[in-house]
Every structure is written in structure tokens, then in C-alpha cells.
């Protein structure tokens, strides 16, 4: 799979690449490739925002260097691309599962007050919020976005652990524990020792529906 971003602020991305998502992309699982909007600026002054035309607050993101960026990058929208904005449907892990049966990925980072209403009606797919809340940018939201799909990426996480987590099937994860088996007087529950598999799942499905019923009973699982 191939994930463009396009920003303003290319930098913000490094972090990206230090840990689980790094190994992927550099063991060729996976393409990343962040593309910065101003290289794209046709104006003296590489200027990419102005201000909006009937007034108020703020500034708007230029439609041109964003135009140019996205023709670039996708030539001929063969990529799924998504404007990532407060107005936007919610993302959910179903949400990523089902953006992977896209080969490339556009992920459009507005800043500012956001971008110019005839990029998103002439060359967005999608747009999608990460929740109710507004940021001074889509850098983070994008950065969610392609970590959570990243994941599902084949090879880029052992096997098991995407099975059994959180918001699959499952509703909540029961509580984990490791060594020590007793840490500042709080022991770790008998069963996960016993070594009795079949106990030890019971438990763990008990503690899951128990959990998920009490916090999230909205979701899959919650009356297990
Ligand atoms: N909730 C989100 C996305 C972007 C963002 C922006 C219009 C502001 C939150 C378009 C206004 C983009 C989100 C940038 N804040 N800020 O996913």
C-alpha cells in the first residue's frame, strides 16, 4: 500500500517514521511519502493561504499549490483521496479496515480555517474526522489515519494481536499483566497462572463483556 500526504508542515511527520510504522516502511511493506503543498506554489512567494472572500476570520488555504500537489501526486486518480476536517465522516477501526482495499491513499492536511471549497468539490473522495474536536491542523488526524490502516498493512504487526484487541469483534480488552507476579503488594489474578488455557479464556471473555458492559455497552460485545 502507498499512503501520499499532502502538507504544509512535512516536518511534523518524522515522529512517523521512529517506531512500528518506521520498521514497515523500511522493510518495503509499506509507502509513505509526505509531499509539501508549497513546492507546488506557482505565485513569487510560495504563498499558499489568503484571506477568505466575504471575510471573518482567518485565513484559507489557496486552491492552486493544492491543485498542482494532488495532480502530481495522483495523476490519474487512481489514489482514494481523503480531506481530513472536523466536517468529515467519523473514523472508526472499520472505517480503516475498509480504506485498505485501496492500493494509494491521498491524505489532504488542511490548516488554517481550512481549505478552499473547490479543492474538496473538485478533487476530494472523502472527507473524515478523527472526532469532535478542532485542531489547529490535519497533520495529527492524518497521522492517526495512516497509523491505524498501517496496522492492517500484511507484516507489519505479528500475527495474534491484531485478532483478539479492542473494537474488533470483541468489544473491550480484558486487563493484561507481566512480571512481577506481585508488584507494590497487588498480586496479579490467580488464574493467569494457574496455566489452565481454558480457564484462563474464560476469564479473560468474563472480564472483557464485564468491562465493555460498564464503559462502552454501545458497543459489539457490550452484553456478551
Ligand atoms: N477532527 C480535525 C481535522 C482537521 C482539523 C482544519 C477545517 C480546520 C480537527 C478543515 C478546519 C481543517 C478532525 C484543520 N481539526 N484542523 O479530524
Known amino acids: 500500500m502507498k499512503i501520499t500526504i499532502l502538507t504544509l508542515f512535512p516536518e511534523m511527520f518524522t515522529p512517523l517514521f521512529g517506531s512500528v510504522i518506521g520498521r514497515a516502511?523500511?522493510?518495503?511493506?509499506?509507502?509513505i511519502e509526505?509531499?509539501?503543498?508549497?513546492?507546488?506554489?506557482e505565485n513569487k512567494h510560495a504563498k499558499c493561504d489568503d484571506y477568505p472572500f466575504g471575510g471573518g476570520a482567518g485565513m484559507v488555504m489557496m486552491p492552486q499549490p493544492i491543485g498542482a500537489a494532488i495532480k502530481a501526486a495522483d495523476p490519474e486518480h487512481r489514489a482514494h483521496r481523503i480531506y481530513l476536517s472536523p466536517k468529515g465522516k467519523t473514523f472508526t477501526q472499520d472505517k480503516a479496515f475498509g480504506l485498505?482495499?485501496?492500493?494509494?491513499?491521498?491524505?489532504?492536511?488542511?490548516?488554517?480555517?481550512?481549505?478552499?471549497?473547490?479543492?474538496?468539490?473538485?478533487?476530494?473522495?472523502?472527507?473524515?474526522?478523527?472526532?469532535?474536536?478542532?485542531l489547529t491542523g490535519g497533520e495529527l488526524p492524518a497521522m492517526v489515519v495512516c497509523d491505524c490502516?498501517?496496522?492492517?498493512?500484511?507484516?507489519?504487526?505479528?500475527?495474534?494481536?491484531?485478532?483478539?484487541?479492542?473494537?474488533?469483534?470483541?468489544?473491550?480488552?480484558?486487563?493484561q499483566y507481566t512480571r512481577p507476579s506481585v508488584y507494590e503488594g497487588v498480586a496479579v489474578p490467580e488464574v493467569l497462572l494457574s496455566g489452565n488455557h481454558a480457564d484462563i479464556d474464560k476469564w479473560r471473555r468474563e472480564?472483557?463483556?464485564?468491562?465493555?458492559?460498564?464503559?462502552?455497552?454501545?458497543?459489539?460485545?457490550?452484553n456478551k
Open 149 to 175: 490502516v498501517a496496522r492492517y498493512v500484511d507484516g507489519v504487526i505479528s500475527g495474534g494481536s491484531l485478532a483478539e484487541e479492542t473494537f474488533g469483534e470483541n468489544g473491550l480488552e480484558y486487563p
Open 207 to 222: 472480564q472483557s463483556a464485564k468491562l465493555t458492559a460498564q464503559r462502552r455497552p454501545d458497543l459489539k460485545g457490550g
Open 25 to 31: 516502511v523500511n522493510a518495503g511493506k509499506l509507502n
Open 100 to 134: 485498505l482495499q485501496s492500493e494509494h491513499l491521498l491524505l489532504l492536511c488542511g490548516h488554517y480555517e481550512g481549505v478552499d471549497q473547490r479543492v474538496i468539490d473538485l478533487y476530494i473522495d472523502e472527507e473524515i474526522s478523527i472526532g469532535d474536536y478542532v
Open 34 to 41: 509526505i509531499v509539501n503543498i508549497r513546492d507546488y506554489a
